[in-house]
C-alpha cells in the first residue's frame, strides 16, 4: 500500500477539521469510501471526502434545534443520563465529542456488534492510550468473556433488541483485556466493578442506529493481586462468617503471613475489613421502610443484641437507631 495515496484517521482529522475519533466512527459506519482497516488502523484514500452532514438529506437542510450543554449533576443516575444522550443525538457530531469528554467511560456500538466509539474515560479504565485498537475491531456480541465467562448473555441480547438494561457491579475483566490490547504498564493492578446501563437510539425510521453502553464504578481495588482476591472474597461472601483460614486459602496467602500482610497493605486487619463490610450492608438494610432494626441485622446475619449493634456505632459514630432516624429526616 503506498502512503502517498492514503491518510491516517489524525490526517484526515486535521485535514477535514474534525477530530480523530470522528473520523474512526465515519470509517466504522462505512461513511468513507474505500476505507481500510490495516491492523488497528484505519487508512483513507489521501483523495477522499470529508461525509456530508448528517443533517443534509436528499439535498434538504433539516433545521435542528440548538442545544446547551448543561453538565450532569455527580448524582445523575442511569436514566437521567440516557436522556441527555437522546437530547444531544439531534446533533450527530455534538454527541461525540461530548461523549469523549464525559467522566463516565462510554462504549457505542453499532446494531452488529461491532465498536465504533470509545471515549477517554473508557481507554483510560482499560488502560489503552487510544481507542483505535478496539473501534472497528472488537464485537461484543461475539465476546465470549463478556457474553459467557461474565454471563451477560442474556442482558446484551436484550440491549441489542432495543431494551434499556442495567446490570449492577459487574467485574471489568481486565485480565482478559490486557491480554487482548498493548496495554500500558508492565501489570495492572486495578480491579473495577461497573454499574452497566445500555439503551438504544433510534434513527428518524424508527430503527435502532446505536447502542450505547454507560460504566458507572461502584468499586475499585488497587494494590497486590493476592490482598485484592481476599477483598473481593470479603465483598462477595458478608453474609457468610468470618474465617480468616479460608479467606487466605482464597488469595493464595499463607496463613500465618495473611494478616500482617492484608493489614500493611490496607490498613485494616482481615476482621476489621470483613466488620467494615457488614457494617455497610447493614446501614444499607437499616434503612429499608419494611424492616425494622432486628429485622435489619438478621437480613445480614447477624443478632442486633450481639456484638454488630457496638461495631455498627464505632464505625459509624451513630446508634443504628441514630443513623436511621438521621437518614429518613435528610430524605424528606
Given at each position: 500500500?503506498?502512503?502517498d495515496k ?8 486535521v ?8 473520523v ?9 469510501p474505500?476505507?481500510?482497516?490495516i491492523g ?5 484514500p489521501?483523495?477522499?471526502?470529508k ?9 434538504k437542510?433539516i ?10 449533576p ?11 444522550f ?17 467522566p ?16 477517554r474515560?473508557c481507554?483510560?479504565d ?6 483505535t ?11 465470549p ?20 438494561i ?9 485480565e482478559e483485556?490486557s491480554?487482548r490490547?498493548?496495554?500500558k ?6 480491579i ?9 437510539l ?5 430503527q435502532?442506529?446505536?447502542?450505547v ?24 461472601n ?8 479460608k479467606?487466605?486459602?482464597v ?22 475489613y ?9 446501614q ?20 442486633y ?26 430524605a424528606?
Open positions: 500500500m503506498s502512503k492514503y491518510m491516517s484517521t489524525t490526517e484526515a482529522g485535514k477535514w477539521s474534525i477530530g480523530r475519533r470522528a474512526s466512527v465515519y470509517c466504522a459506519e462505512g461513511r468513507i474505500g476505507a481500510e482497516l488497528n488502523s484505519w487508512m483513507i489521501a483523495d477522499a471526502k461525509p456530508a452532514d448528517a443533517r443534509i438529506k436528499s439535498g437542510y433545521k435542528r434545534e440548538s442545544h446547551t450543554y448543561h453538565k450532569p455527580d448524582n445523575a443516575t442511569s436514566a437521567e443520563l440516557a436522556d441527555i437522546r437530547g444531544l443525538m439531534k446533533s450527530h457530531h455534538l454527541v461525540f465529542q461530548f461523549l469523549d469528554l464525559f463516565y467511560a462510554i462504549e457505542v456500538f453499532a446494531p452488529d456488534g461491532t465498536s465504533v466509539f470509545i471515549n474515560s481507554c483510560e482499560m488502560n489503552i492510550d487510544d481507542g485498537q478496539v473501534v472497528g475491531v472488537y464485537n461484543i456480541l461475539k465476546d468473556v463478556v457474553l459467557d465467562v461474565l454471563g451477560q448473555r442474556e442482558i446484551i441480547e436484550k440491549a441489542f433488541k432495543g431494551e434499556r442495567t446490570a449492577h457491579d459487574i467485574r471489568v475483566p481486565h483485556t491480554e490490547y498493548d496495554t504498564g508492565e501489570s495492572f493492578k486495578k473495577l466493578y461497573k454499574d452497566i446501563t445500555c439503551f438504544p433510534w434513527d428518524d425510521y424508527q435502532i442506529a446505536y447502542i453502553m454507560v460504566f458507572i464504578t461502584t468499586k475499585t481495588y488497587t494494590g497486590r493481586v493476592d490482598i485484592i482476591k481476599a477483598q473481593e472474597y470479603m465483598d462477595q458478608w453474609t457468610e462468617n468470618f474465617d480468616r483460614d479467606i487466605a486459602k488469595a493464595h496467602i499463607s496463613r500465618n503471613h495473611f494478616s500482617s500482610l492484608f493489614k500493611e497493605h490496607t490498613g485494616y486487619t482481615p476482621q476489621d470483613y466488620k467494615r463490610v457488614k457494617v455497610k450492608k447493614l444499607e438494610k437499616i434503612l429499608d421502610p419494611n424492616m425494622n432494626i432486628e429485622q435489619a441485622f438478621a437480613a445480614c446475619g447477624v443478632d443484641r450481639g456484638n454488630y449493634r457496638r461495631y455498627f456505632k464505632e464505625i459509624t459514630g451513630q446508634s443504628p437507631l441514630q443513623y436511621r432516624a438521621e437518614k429518613r429526616k435528610s424528606k
